[in-house]
């Protein structure tokens, strides 16, 4: 089984009005494709994709779907909305263990935590890297890739995922302006 979480590309802060209505600002309107495009190059295709009904996450949701092959079909939870991540944990362990790969958009800090919380102890020098840069920061529309050696589900818990992939939009940036 494959867990794709991926944080929501940057967002407009000058916009004023409630958190939950902040949309992508230009940067993350350009980084989401970039990163929608990588899930494709990867073959990163979700059955299943849970998203915070926060604007900046539909957005980027918006921008990723275009690559993922075939349509997946997609959640939109108010629940993950800025949720800690044992709540997002809850949320994955309700998905039907017919779903061998799921994406969940979401937001920090919850879903950099989730992230950290379900990491093995790293195996390989590579591992070890991807949790390093992983640990110094999880950037706005960063992808981590876990899979996990479980029957479902439900059985998915803290230190149980291969952290594979660990991206940040600068690692596929065109220019040096991306973080």
Known sequence: ?????????????????????RPLNARGRKTAPRMGAYLKDKGYFPKLVLCSTARRTRETLDLV????????????????????????????RDVPRTCPTVLLVGHNPGLEQLAAALAREPETRDEQE?????????????????????????????????????????DLAEDEEDE
């Open 65 to 92: 779907r275009p690559y993922l092959e075939p349509e997946p079909k997609i959640r939109f939870s108010r629940s993950l909305y800025l949720a800690e991540w044992p709540a997002l944990l809850g949320a994955l």
């Open 1 to 21: 089984m494959r867990l794709l979480l991926l944080r929501h590309a940057k967002s407009d802060w000058s916009k004023t009005g409630e958190d939950h209505e």
């Open 130 to 170: 991807r949790m390093d840069r992983m640990a110094e920061k999880f950037s706005t529309c960063a992808l981590a890739a876990f899979d996990f050696e479980a029957r479902d589900w439900r059985s998915v818990g803290p230190g149980a995922g291969a952290l594979v992939d660990y991206v940040r939009p600068k």
